[in-house]
């Protein structure tokens, strides 16, 4: 009942805290808009045509992660700033709920740049958004949602123990959208960095979610990639939960809660 | 009763100089200091900037890890027990950050009284309860950005009191604020102690030191100088001939302005006058 509380208070907080930002806003709302000019403009006279996988969901999805990504580095980093990194860090409850909810929070608040881009897209290119398989387009972007949480969750427990944090999320930023297939398939990534896209849940997530927009029904490849996804899901989640142990102790010993 | 234990505390920084060798640099912020804070005492951390009081203060809230000895507060050590700590204590930090500047005073007040896990049923009331006793009862649904240094500190304060902790850890907690401001967290800091509260206070104010704390450590790079009552402390430097000659100079001073009274007494009547005038207007 009282972690229910934490982390519902942090996603209020956290809401208001990001949405009072005309940055926040900035990436909300213009930056789908960007995403999406740009990659319709790039597939115009490619031998790709399916304008829902690659260019809605493309789109979609860099606003997405773009949101998510950048709210919870910019965030960590600006809780050091304003020395409240350290106040809820040293409070009563549970840090791993108090960062749970706000990245539920940022989640929610960066939904609706995916919504917006669908409405952008259709607006500005009248073409229909074709989705083969509606339940299991539901069920991946499900999957996707929580990959793009727990991997946030990864990162930002990163950051907490690094004051560097800008470096990292501008190192990580692009390469990830390129790595895990956001807007074109990781087939056509040299074979060295297709190791390292499935070492993603959003890569496979992603394929996920491409497949159910293009596929009517569902094969084995589907169920192989959704085991991979919630495979590597539990692997990242299990992975937070230690680095959460580690950097519990580290923050203390290094003192990296506030900015020195 | 010793309610907080400082033993052999030893607490160093590690910096890295240089980006393609890096040098390691150690400072020692505290060297082997050892004390105990008994409980409902007012106890002062008097010292220069980075003697080490901050950091003191720093390792007994669970913020930071000693790097040697052993801080316990309410029986638990700080590092490795702190999940027994962290509810029955609180800070308040001097200076303007520590809130959520995009929120108001409220909602910052209930957000930590969530995470300070108090029950539904009393969060409003005690919320209202701060709001008034730090006299921001009227602003208290504006949003902290557009407050001044002092009002910000006055939401530290009362965040500080959220839980209703056993012991408050203070770190220069007037700093920033006006005469009659730090008039009125004095007072709150002597209702604390009427009430039993432990208090750990770290401040350049001599005046403050001397006119609320029980006991009082001086610490000077890292290590404690002195630890003793003000009065004592006093006592023991009345026979140093440096310190005679001065207070002879002083004597002199004090026998011209005897019938005067402090700028700061004169400034608190001011405002006070001028608060009390526009409240009579007003009715």
Known sequence: MKVRSVVISSLVVQIKQTYARNMYKFCLLVSPLMSTILLAEMYRNSEHDNFTSYIVLGAGLMSLWGCICFSSAGDINRERYSNTLSLIFISPSSFQAILFGKVIGNTILSLFSVLLTAVYSFVLYRQPIVIENMPMFLVSFLITIISFMVFSIFVAYILVLSRRTEILMNCIDVPLILVCGFVFPIEVLPMWTQYISKAFPMTWSIKLMRQSIMSPSVDGDFFISMTYAIGTIIVYALLSNLLYKLIAKRVRIEASLEMA | ?283
Do not use: W
């Open chain 2, 1 to 283: 009763m010793s309610i907080i234990e400082v033993r052999d505390l030893y607490r160093d920084y590690v910096t890295k100089k240089g980006v393609v060798f890096p040098k390691k640099e150690v400072i020692h912020a505290v060297s082997g200091i050892t004390f105990d804070v008994k409980e409902g005492e007012i106890f002062g951390l008097l010292g220069q900037n980075g003697a080490g009081k901050s950091t003191t203060i720093k390792i007994l809230i669970t913020m930071l890890a000693p790097t040697s000895g052993e801080c316990r507060v309410l029986g638990y050590n700080t590092y490795g027990e702190e999940k027994k700590i962290r509810h029955r204590i609180n800070f308040i930090f001097g200076g303007e950050l520590g809130v959520y500047r995009r929120l108001s005073a409220r909602d910052n007040l209930r957000y930590f009284a969530n995470l300070y896990k108090l029950p539904m049923g009393d969060r409003d009331k005690r919320i209202d309860e701060l709001l008034e006793l730090v006299g921001l009862s009227d602003k208290a649904d504006l949003r902290t950005e557009t407050y001044s240094k002092g009002m910000i500190q006055k939401v530290q304060i009362a965040r500080g009191l959220i839980n209703n902790p056993e012991i408050l850890f203070m770190d220069e907690p007037t700093v920033g604020l006006d005469p009659l401001a730090a008039q009125t967290l004095r007072n709150i800091i002597r209702l604390l102690k009427e009430q039993g509260k432990t208090i750990l206070l770290t401040t350049h104010n001599m005046y403050e030191v001397d006119e609320l704390c029980d006991r009082v450590a001086i610490i000077n790079k890292g290590k404690i100088v002195t630890l003793d009552t003000p009065n004592n402390i006093k006592a023991q430097m009345e026979e140093n001939e440096e310190i005679q000659k001065h207070l002879e100079q002083v004597k002199l001073k004090e026998a011209e302005n005897l019938s005067r009274i402090t700028l700061e007494e004169a400034y608190i009547q001011l405002v006070r006058s001028s608060v009390d005038k526009e409240a009579k207007n007003e009715s």
